[in-house]
């Protein structure tokens, strides 16, 4: 797997974001993931608000894998979920297993509550773009 070649942006003055970026920039060939929802390779759903996004992230890094990639390489993670006061509750469990799949890699995340998913079990859902070098 080749090393990524992207830089976070941080404008002066800004107060350190803890978990994300402000902003990514990089160079090479764009990989852009669909949603990816909490469930594995048989349709069965992790338990849990928390599980569900381990496996989501999970799922992303199997598509990226397929193109070369991992999450050195990604450059933006799009979060929707189904119920923010859920996602704020789970806050302390996230962060470690954000990183036990994602590592210490924090690309620019925005969040937003939906309404629904497709899929009703899915609390979830996860799209990525990353950049690999050329």
Do not use: C
């Amino acid at each position: 797997m080749s090393q990524s070649q992207l830089t976070a942006l941080q404008p002066p003055g800004w107060p350190a974001p803890r978990g994300y970026s402000n902003g990514m920039m990089g160079r090479g060939r764009i990989v852009l993931v669909g949603g990816q929802i909490g469930w594995d390779a048989q349709g069965v759903f992790a338990e849990g608000f928390v599980g569900q996004v381990r496996q989501a992230l999970a799922n992303i890094l199997a598509v990226l894998k397929e193109a070369g990639a991992g999450p050195e390489h990604i450059g933006r993670l799009t979060w929707y979920v189904v119920d923010i006061a859920e996602y704020r509750a789970s806050l302390a469990a996230l962060g470690p297993a954000y990183r036990a799949v994602m590592g210490r890699n924090f690309p620019a995340m925005a969040l937003v509550q939906v309404v629904a998913l497709v899929e009703a079990e899915a609390r979830v859902e996860i799209e990525a773009t990353a950049i690999l070098p050329e």
